[in-house]
């Protein structure tokens, strides 16, 4: 009598964890393929945004729905946020290495969870600060064991560091901002929004039309695999898969992103940095199981 059910359910489990499989596969590629492009950053921030805009805003009103000013306010500050995270994202991953870019960001849990704490009385476990002071370090040996003739630079450190405080500030304000809004209606709001907030930036760029086939292509592919198909992939993955389950499946993303970058780009990691990369993901791990578990026992 349960068998069907169990299996429905069983079919759904699956499905869920490819799902956060495609979200941390996507999501690692970010980077490498932005390098792909050879297209400055701010440009691709800005058509990736354009192109997410028109998908989203033709899938909303193919399900007969329409914004709201309602919509647009609540919207407006992530949106902004939003736009400045990826064009300082972008900016940075291509004067950067991979390595650089992906472990910097990979700290904004680091500031995400306390900010939640203090903001919205989220349940924080003092030891995994632990495990924080333990990735800081990691990340440390990572940036100052670079090779002194990779991609590596300083103006790409702090672009990447600039995108890892713009998208916790997202992070934070899609929390406080976005109450009800389903995912197809907030996409299709924050996008246009941050694509206006990219806008001056990239006209200040100029040559707005002027990226190549090469640059065209990829930033296609960037808009398609991380501003639609993962964005989908994680909202079915958090209807069937625990979500600090999806937490700790995304430490792999840093490590997964520097083997993307030695396998398409050839970037060279040398012996210390891996070190480094396995210190970050082991206080990721850390960081997150703690604070799952003190969720749970709350």
């Avoid at 989203?56 to 919509?71: E, F, N, P, Q, V």
């Avoid at 100052?144 to 590596?152: E, K, L, T, V």
């Avoid at 899609?174 to 907030?186: G, H, I, K, L, P």
Wanted: net charge positive; charged share 10%.
């Amino acid at each position: 009598m349960r068998t069907e059910p169990l299996r429905r359910e069983g079919n759904s489990t699956t499905l869920g964890g490819l799902a956060v499989a495609g979200v941390v596969v996507a999501a690692s590629l970010s980077a490498t393929l932005a390098k792909r492009a050879e297209a400055p950053g701010v440009l691709i921030a800005f058509w990736r945004l354009v192109i997410v805009s028109l998908v989203w805003s033709a899938y909303l009103r193919g399900t007969g729905r329409r914004l709201s000013m309602a919509d647009i306010r609540q919207a407006f500050v992530p949106g902004v946020f939003f736009g400045l995270a990826l064009a300082a994202f972008f900016a940075g991953a291509t004067h950067n290495s991979v390595a650089n870019t992906a472990l910097i960001l990979a700290m904004s849990p680091f500031l995400i969870v306390p900010l939640g704490a203090r903001m919205f009385g989220d349940r924080l476990q003092p030891v995994a600060l632990t495990f924080a002071l333990l990735s800081f370090g990691g990340v440390v040996l990572v940036l100052f064991s670079a090779p002194s003739d990779g991609d590596a630079t300083v103006e790409g450190n702090l672009f990447a560091a600039l995108s890892m405080v713009c998208f916790v500030a997202y992070i934070v304000s899609t929390r406080y901002c976005r109450r009800e809004m389903d995912v197809s209606t907030f996409m299709a709001t924050i996008s246009p929004i941050a694509a206006v907030a990219v806008l001056p930036l990239a006209l200040a760029h100029g040559d707005m039309f002027a990226m190549s086939r090469t640059g065209w292509t990829y930033t296609v592919i960037l808009a398609l695999l991380n501003g639609v198909a993962a964005h989908g992939w994680n909202v079915y993955a958090q209807a069937t898969i625990p979500i600090g389950t999806i937490s700790v499946a995304q430490v792999a993303q840093p490590a997964l992103a520097v083997v993307w970058a030695f396998l398409l780009l050839g970037e060279e990691v040398v012996t210390a940095q891996i070190v480094g990369i396995g210190v970050v993901t082991i206080g990721l791990l850390g960081f997150f199981a703690l604070n799952e578990r003190g969720a749970r026992t709350t």
